[in-house]
Structure formats: structure tokens, C-alpha cells
């Protein structure tokens, strides 16, 4: 074969375009993108349940950690309670994410529930920069060193309990050893509807 030949060929983004029914990047949470095929099917299948399952209304949390004593995070909005006796909770990062891993390695984590002037917290840790502590305040919990963000309403201080494989996502269980809290409870949380950052009052 000529090795002029390559030169010719068509680049492999068009090729895959050609293909077809490869997978797409598709966002459910913030900061959460996970692949879904790029038939017409899947793709309404993917809408409709981002659509639908959005008009549950949560609270933003960031997880945090630390990885060679580097602090670490990510958003999170799928986060519940899970059992008063022992004390358990629950978030569930996708499997794209690359933060997690790096928790999971600590074996503890702390979550950061955000206040309703927290948008742009909230989005700087669901971006995936290189370093998304750069400009945020932060101290080490009592606990277990994660870090604590400043201006968040409370802390949940874990260590990791079980961690459970859920299709495109983990369940990461975590057993509270300390909750912290500054807030007088005055302040709103933030929270996320239907793909938007919302607050307790009317828009």
C-alpha cells in the first residue's frame, strides 16, 4: 500500500458519523453525563426520563475527599438518609465520574449541603477542571481530614460502608461518624428542578 494512502482516508470522526448508533454523552444531574446510543429511540427514551424524573425536586449536595492529600470533589444531587440505627446515608455518582474513584480509594467522604447562593460552587465542582479548589475556601473535617466548604449549611462526615453497582451508577453507603453545622438555619438551600438551580422561594 502507498504510505500516501492514509492521507486520503476520511478522518474517524466522520467515519463514526457514518456508523451510526454510537453513544452519546447525555446529561441527567450536574455534571453528570452518562452514554446513551444515538438512534432516535434511545435518545426520546433518555429525554423523557430526564424530563419526568426531574420534576422531583432535591437538594445539591458536593461530595468531597482527599487523594494524596489533595482535596477532591464532586456534585451530587442523589442524596438520602438511609438508616438512623447505625447511622447511614447515601449518594450515587455515576460511573463516568472521575472524582469517585478517588474517594472510594480514602474510604471516606464528607457531604457539603449547598446554600441557595451556592450555583456557582455547585457548578465549578461538576466541571471536570484540573483543579476545581483553586478559589474555594475550605477546611479539613474533624473527622476524617475531607473538606468542609465554606458557606454550606451542614456537614455529613462518613466513612464508606458498602458500595453497590446500579447500571450506569454506583450506590456508595456511608456510615456517619459526625455531622457539623454553622448555620443558624436561616439560610435556603439550593436546590435543582426540572434541569435548573431553584431556591425554597418563587423564581
Known sequence: ??????ETW?????????????????????????????????????????????????????????????PVGLTCQSFSSVSLEPPLVVFIPAKSSRAWPLIQRSGKFCVNFLAADQAELSNTMASRGTDKF??????????TGSPMLEGALAQVDCTIHAVHEAGDHYLVIGRVVDLITDDDGERDPLLFYRGEYRTINAR
Not at 12 to 39: A, K, M, N, T, Y
Request: a negative charge; proline letters at 10%.
Open 134 to 143: 483553586a478559589d474555594v475556601k475550605w477546611t479539613p473535617s474533624p473527622e
Open 1 to 6: 500500500m502507498n504510505p500516501d494512502a492514509r
Open 10 to 70: 476520511p478522518s474517524p470522526e466522520l467515519i463514526s458519523s457514518w456508523l451510526g448508533d454510537q453513544d452519546i454523552d447525555f446529561e441527567f444531574r450536574p455534571g453528570e453525563d452518562v452514554p446513551v446510543h444515538d438512534d432516535p429511540e434511545h435518545v426520546a427514551a433518555a429525554r423523557r426520563f430526564r424530563d419526568v424524573l426531574g420534576r422531583f425536586a432535591s437538594g445539591v449536595t458536593v461530595v468531597t475527599g482527599t487523594s494524596n492529600h489533595e
